[in-house]
């Protein structure tokens, strides 16, 4: 039923130490309640839920999707993880809001689009940047003429462990562990949202640790002589920003991915004169404006496609910048995979 107030129902599959995060954005949310954190033990659910003010908890992920009353989950399971319970989540009609990377390729990616389709559920990634203000303004100002014609999208985003967490999921591959899927999601994922459209051929260099990617450097080739080039990693410290370069100017965001929590959200414009402006945002929570977005999409009863087709996208480069890396060639998003 459409009703513009009424209260969305979240369910939370896993306690993920990100969930801690949108557990607040949640109860920041309008007409937004946390109902339900499911975890495989059912002690530190119950826990879990008394410590992030959780109506009430259960101890199966499959246990969650029978709750009626629930109308969204939140997945921030591993990413080998997702495909499966994104898929079990849409057949029992709820909206899913699914981590990053979306999937472990772009048939599973593909195939999550699909069920949540049919079952006419939205699906969306967990990039909490693209729901920001700032977001819709550096978008239109780089759909203006301010900066000429396009040519250069570089970007990072990068952190530096002190002691390498054997146990974490991000060097797991098993679990879909590496830089690429962790950090690379969102370099990849900017440079989709700034060009509009998918590059041509991807090349891809990384450094291995055991068997995941510790370190990724990728470049991209649109049309129109557009570039696209990042670095990602776990080896240099922390680095988030991205720079869109064009004939008259170029705009620089040096903390894209999540704003620095000591100033106010900004960006700055800087012509061929050196002549630069600097613009500011209002601060809310980025994890906030995306529950309210996905809310808002669920309360319309109209579901955003433009979220899944992003998110594929993403998983498209990203793959094909990984078989890049392991077959040192340039990769043509063609012939690697069809529309
Ligand atoms: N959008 C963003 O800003 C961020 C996104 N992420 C993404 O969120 C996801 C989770 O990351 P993170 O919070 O670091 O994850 P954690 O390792 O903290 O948590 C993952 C959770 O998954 C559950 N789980 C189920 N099966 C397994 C398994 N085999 N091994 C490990 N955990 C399992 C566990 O919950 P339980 O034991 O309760 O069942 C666990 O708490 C990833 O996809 C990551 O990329 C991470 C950080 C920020
Ligand atoms: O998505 C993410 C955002 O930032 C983190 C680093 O601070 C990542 O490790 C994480 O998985």
Redesign the pocket.
């Known amino acids: 039923m459409r009703d513009s107030n009424r209260t969305v129902r979240w369910g939370i599959l896993g306690t993920a130490r ?1 969930a801690e995060k949108i557990s607040v954005a949640i109860h920041q949310a309008e007409n937004a309640e946390l109902t339900c954190v499911a975890s495989r033990n059912p002690v530190k659910a119950a826990d879990w839920a008394k410590k992030h003010r959780v109506k009430r908890s259960v101890g199966s992920y499959e246990a969650l999707l029978h709750d009626p009353e629930i109308d969204a989950v939140y997945i921030p399971l591993p990413p080998s993880l997702h495909g499966e319970w994104t898929v079990r989540a849409a057949k029992a009609g709820k909206h899913v809001l699914c981590e ?1 990377p979306l999937a472990l390729n772009v048939n599973q990616a593909r195939e999550m689009r699909r069920v949540c389709l049919e079952n006419q559920v939205q699906l969306m990634d967990g990039v909490m940047w693209y729901h920001h203000p700032r977001a819709k303004q550096i978008l239109d100002l780089i759909r203006s003429d301010t900066l000429g014609e396009h040519r250069r999208l570089t970007s990072a985003f990068t ?1 530096c462990w002190e002691t390498i967490p054997e146990n974490d999921l ?1 060097l797991q591959r098993n679990l879909g562990g590496g830089s690429l899927g ?2 690379g999601w ?1 370099c990849i994922g900017a440079s989709l949202w700034a060009f509009n459209e998918l590059p041509q051929k991807v090349f891809g260099t990384a450094r291995p640790y055991h068997d995941v990617d510790f370190n990724f450097s990728g470049i991209m080739w649109f049309s129109k002589d557009r570039i696209a080039s990042f670095d990602c990693g776990f080896d240099v410290s ?1 680095r988030k920003w991205f720079e869109l370069a064009g004939t008259k100017g170029s705009l620089v965001c040096d903390d894209f ?2 704003p620095w929590e000591n100033r106010k959200p900004q960006f700055h414009v800087t012509d061929s004169y050196g002549n630069s402006t600097k613009y500011e945002t209002e601060n809310p929570l980025q994890e906030t404006c995306m529950i309210n977005h996905f809310c808002k999409i669920i309360r319309s009863g109209h579901l955003e496609q433009q979220w899944p087709d992003l998110g594929i996208n993403t998983q498209r480069v990203l793959n094909a910048l990984d078989y890049s890396a392991r077959t040192e060639t340039v990769v043509s998003l063609a012939d690697f995979f069809p529309a």
Request: net charge positive; glycine share 0%; charged share 40%.
């Open positions: 990100i990053k952190f991000r962790d950090l969102y922390m991915a999540r």
